[in-house]
């Protein structure tokens, strides 16, 4: 790993496909994966998939004689295509050679794939073989590649290929093979110009197209050559067959350039209209890497983050920001999209978008918040779809999804495949209605990042006053306790989703669901105070909201119950919790290791892990993970709890125990509320999290997908989490516990309209303060706050 660069130095097929993943390059409208030029899709080996943000399709498979209707982020044409063969020899393909020499980067600084092979095939011929590869951040319809291919002990014809090919399928997750994989069909392909030629497909439901123009280029030197070429058409396929006379020791350069363009596109007549126009007014392959990676250099002058004393994480901190940034971008604004869970780098959860916002939007918010801003409009977008399910659901208000893709209906799978047992599972994981307070708490931050009042006026403010309807409204009352209970619904541990023997699903009082509700409650109440009268008005008016309604949110603001487990002050995570079993984690663990999907083992082994004290991943820690412990000591004490804030750390412990982190999000959420009281297991947790994707640490996960929380949520980690960075009461904290293994830390945050940089030593702070828009803000340091101007720069010291 260097600084700047993910690099392997060895072909090793068995981590192709986790690679692939890793070197995903995308603009945040498309992205393809890293898989090599000259291979197409084979199970177990390469997949190149090339996604669309918002490319979704639906159809319905059979399974165990249920008709079940799935949506999926659809694999489009793989526009990587290109590979030789020399006049009596075989297809180029990695494992029919003799690997000399191999080496892999992904350069992270210029967003570049580059790899170099020496190889000998069968007749003894000795090649090397030089590609580049970007997907345009200058330009989001743009993708290119070159080829430098050079003789070095033979010369000769060869022939070359050029395709694109949309006869693919949904085959990168192993586990949804049994399910219908088919989304496209071909709607035209040909040759348009010598050397451009298109390919045009539909999805089968959604109708979606997509157009694909390729332009292919050889030159020598400077030389552009005249080759003889053929085009092989075949439905769905288009292919350019090119003829090259090779000299020993004398390179050829092949460039293939690439125009997509779909119907969701903005500012088009018609896509394959565009696309062929298009690929006729683009420069060269150096002319498009230059003004691609300026585009990055651009984006790296923002959001980079530099530490001081360790490559391998400043190396894989930068991979996160990347694949980040490749998901959603400037070229995300009006596609109207979500950031899927797993990027747009593989099929694992078919693209849906989860409450995994929640780890991603605070680095788009202190940066990018333009971007938030948009991803919040793809849910203010579906409000009338979530305000739907809440009435057949017979609640009032809006209820989102809690997988989400095309049209914001619930999109979780009704069964699911346990891997190890093989057998079909129902999936009941959609009772997690706790996304609807992430999405409440990502507006209220976003708000709180930018003051952007014209959002919270019309769209903020309608989103979380339909939200806090919700929870009111899924909140009954029970006299007995003579505290408001929610009911049936499933916290972030997704390994518990009913109580073990009962037969109904879904659990009670799940204490972050409940708090969260509380929550969101307060900041709608708040709202009656920030935004004005008549717009009070015109919302209550439109959501149906009584002055009887407020009186309730009030109520409940004040009586939620929040369960305990007896004669302590430990949350627990639901109703009932302490009566589960206690779960045997040094046998477990020993056999699985520290991160395992026990709900998939106990499953294949006729167990129940319902039955156990045993989460997937933080659930009542979320509590320590999102509010600070005065934040969380003032909600309890508003609903008359005894909760102080030295009780947090035993309700640390006591989970930490019993947490199987069979998601990649848990140990961001570990780390982060360690961070204050034991650093060196804070660390510990970073530093798994930090390795959840380059070392692929739950086992194969991440071939069929980054994960994108967790990546966020690392870098989060160093932004806010070890630099104490919050936004109350319109003062930006800062409180570092910076740990000694990052030496020392440099970023930028944009905080309502200033470009603020931070520089920490373990001694020192310095904050300079950039033009901006706004005159001043209020900087808080160790508890006193500052008045900081334009072109004011302080120092502080903070050694402890
Ligand atoms: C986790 C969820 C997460 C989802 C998508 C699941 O394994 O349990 O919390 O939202 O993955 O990342």
């Known amino acids: 790993m260097q600084e700047w660069k993910i690099a392997y130095d060895k072909w090793q097929p068995e981590y192709q496909q986790l690679r692939e993943a890793l070197c995903t390059l995308g603009n945040g409208y498309l992205a393809a994966r890293g898989a090599f030029e000259e291979n197409s899709a084979e199970p177990g080996a390469h997949y190149p998939g090339t996604y669309l943000a918002g490319g979704y399709n639906r159809l319905t498979s059979e399974i165990t004689g ?159 050559l005249a080759v003889e070429r053929d085009v092989e058409l075949e439905e769905g396929l288009v292919a350019q067959h090119l003829k090259v006379l090779c000299q020993q020791n004398q390179p050829i350069r092949i ?46 002058r923002r ?22 940034l490749q998901t959603v971008s400037a070229h995300t604004v009006g596609l109207d999209v979500g950031v899927p869970a797993r990027g747009l780098h593989g099929e694992a959860y078919r693209g849906h978008i989860f409450w995994d916002e929640l780890f991603i939007f605070p680095f788009l918010n202190l940066r990018l918040p333009e971007l938030t801003r948009e991803l919040l409009l793809y849910r203010y977008r579906r409000l009338r779809e979530a305000r739907y399910a809440a009435t057949q659901a017979g609640y009032r208000g809006a209820m989102f999804p809690w997988q989400s893709g095309s049209n914001g209906r619930e ?80 916290g972030p541990d997704e390994y518990h989703t009913e109580y073990p023997g009962k037969e109904n699903t879904g659990l ?41 309604d407020v009186q309730r949110w009030m109520d409940i603001a004040g009586k939620m119950h929040v369960p305990f487990i007896q004669d302590s002050h430990i949350i627990s995570q639901f109703e009932g919790y302490e009566q589960l079993e206690e779960f045997p984690w040094p046998e477990y663990k020993t056999k699985y290791g520290e991160a395992m999907r026990l709900d998939r083992i106990l499953e294949s082994e006729g167990d129940n892990v319902n039955k156990y004290k045993a989460s997937k991943q933080a659930d009542v820690l979320m509590l320590f993970y999102l509010f600070s ?45 360690l961070s204050r009281s034991d650093r060196k297991r804070a660390w510990r947790n970073f530093e798994m999290a930090l390795v959840s994707d380059v070392e692929d640490i739950q086992g194969g996960t991440t071939a069929e997908g980054i994960h994108l929380g967790a990546m966020a949520g690392t870098v989060d980690l160093v932004q806010r989490g070890f630099t104490g960075l919050e936004i109350r009461e319109n003062v930006l904290w800062l409180n570092p516990v910076l740990p000694e293994e990052l030496g020392s830390l440099k970023f930028q945050i944009r905080y309502r309209n200033h470009w603020i940089s931070i520089q920490l030593t373990q001694e020192t702070m310095l904050i300079s303060f950039d033009k901006g828009w706004s005159k001043e803000v209020q900087i808080g340091v160790l508890g006193e706050v500052y008045t900081f101007k334009t072109g004011d720069r302080r120092e502080f010291n903070i050694g402890r």
């Open 66 to 224: 249920e008709k079940i209707e799935n949506e999926d982020l659809v694999n489009w044409p793989n526009w990587l295509p290109l590979t030789f063969r020399c006049a009596d020899g075989e297809w180029f393909d990695l494992r029919k050679v003799e690997v000399l020499e191999f080496q892999q980067e992904l350069d992270m600084h210029q967003g570049l794939l580059f790899r170099r092979v020496h190889f000998r095939d069968r007749q003894g011929r000795e090649t090397s073989l030089r590609s580049r590869r970007l997907v345009s951040m200058a330009n989001k319809n743009v993708a290119a590649l070159e080829w430098e291919l050079t003789p070095l002990n033979w010369s000769g014809e060869i022939e070359l290929v050029a395709a694109l090919d949309g006869r693919v399928t949904n085959s990168g997750v192993e586990r949804y093979s049994a399910l219908k994989n088919r989304h496209l069909q071909a709607v035209g392909q040909g040759r348009d110009t010598e050397d451009t030629f298109f390919l045009e497909v539909q999805t089968v439901q959604s109708k979606l197209r997509m157009a694909q123009a390729a332009r292919i280029n050889i030159y020598q030197e400077e030389t552009l």
């Open 255 to 300: 460039e293939k350039i690439v125009q997509v363009y779909t119907s969701r596109d903005q500012a088009i007549s018609e896509p394959l209209h565009e696309a062929c126009k298009n690929i006729k007014r683009q420069g060269n392959f150096e002319h498009l890497l230059l003004q691609h990676s300026q585009a990055w250099h651009r984006i790296w």
């Open 303 to 324: 959001c980079d983050l530099t530490i001081t004393n360790d490559v391998k994480t400043q190396s894989i901190l930068r991979l996160h920001i990347f694949h980040l």
């Open 411 to 490: 999109e979780s799978q009704v069964i699911h495949l346990n891997p190890e047992s093989g057998r079909w599972l129902p999936d009941n994981t959609f009772l997690q209605r706790h996304i609807n307070a992430a999405i409440a708490y990502n507006v209220w931050q976003y708000f709180q990042a930018t003051e952007d009042m014209g959002f919270m006026t019309y769209m903020g403010g309608e989103m979380i006053f339909d939200i806090a309807q919700f929870w009111s409204s899924i909140a009954t009352y029970n006299s007995e306790l003579e505290r408001y209970e929610i009911r049936n619904v499933v």
């Open 508 to 548: 009670n009082n799940n204490a972050y669901t409940n708090v969260m509700a509380v929550w969101v409650i307060q900041v709608a109440l708040k709202l009656f105070d920030i935004l004005d009268d008549s717009r009070i008005e015109e919302l209550c008016q439109k959501l149906s909201i009584s002055e009887q």
């Open 629 to 673: 412990s005065g934040e969380l000591v003032g909600i309890m004490q508003q609903l008359q709890y005894e909760f102080r804030a030295e009780d947090i750390q035993d309700n640390i412990n006591y989970y930490e125990q019993r947490t199987s982190h069979g998601s990649t999000l848990s140990k961001i959420v570990h780390s982060w509320v």
